[in-house]
């Protein structure tokens, strides 16, 4: 702590509410919160997916069981230079909170994550990350500790594009850091189903497991599994869907079964609606 400089210092002051009451942020600092932040980082490259301009994500659970690695084959972050700040737009996302806030135009919460905005806080809350950028033929990285920048961005040529965030958590924050492997890939088996053509694969490096996950009939794949997980045999075979694309997006699965209660899971951009609302209502 006492090696940060006067340059960092604004740095700090910007995220240390994070950092001075954590729970404010991500619910709390137990098992719940720690996870929340892979949630947030994997959110991003969810929007990523959903808006279209990423079709594989790829989260790596360290042998340490501790640090993450989220990646997508997306657009990658911007990096210009804002001339104002004269930050790149990478590290406005990684070091401002709420960059990108809830209420701002254009920002709007899709599967859960708020377009950068969870990243300053998962940053904060991380002894050390990495941010790595590919776009227009080079590799940019930066590198945070505690959410301080540790130098500017810099890189080399690449190919392709995406972005790849690790972080660490920090220990002085969370009493206990080890990741549990199997909210982890319960949670990317459920994002496959409701983003139907996204390939999401999670390596284990504990266990050396790696699994993939992707379901090209999306809803309907996971209607399948619920009911067949329920005991509750079908009266048809092939369930009732509606898929209708464009400005506002549609998808329903219904399956009829000799169950006599009824079993309603419903999504909001991705998000879980478990007290329903007017979309369950209308249907
Ligand atoms: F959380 C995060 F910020 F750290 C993060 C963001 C983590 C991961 C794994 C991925 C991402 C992310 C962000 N993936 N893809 C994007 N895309 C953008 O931020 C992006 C790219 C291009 C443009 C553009 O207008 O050219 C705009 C945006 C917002």
Redesign the pocket.
Known sequence: MSTYTAKDITVLEGLEPVRKRPGMYIGGVGAAGLHHLVW??????I??AMNG??SQ?GVTLHADGSSIT???D?????VDVHPKTRKT?LEV??TVLHA?GKFEQGNYKTSG?L??V??SV?NALSKDLV?TVK?DGFQWEQRFRQGVPQGGIGGGPARRT????FFHPDATIFPRIEFDADTIAQRLEVASYLHRGLKITFENEVTRQKVTYAHADGLADYLRTLVAERGARPVHDLPFVVARDGALRLDLALQWTESTDEHVRSYVNGIPTGSGGTHENGL
């Open positions: 947030e980082i994997l959110d991003n490259a929007d990523e301009h990423a994500i989220v990646t997508d997306g657009r990658g972050i911007p737009a996302i990684f990108g994550g377009h950068g969870g990243a998962v941010a776009r995406g972005t790849t965030v």
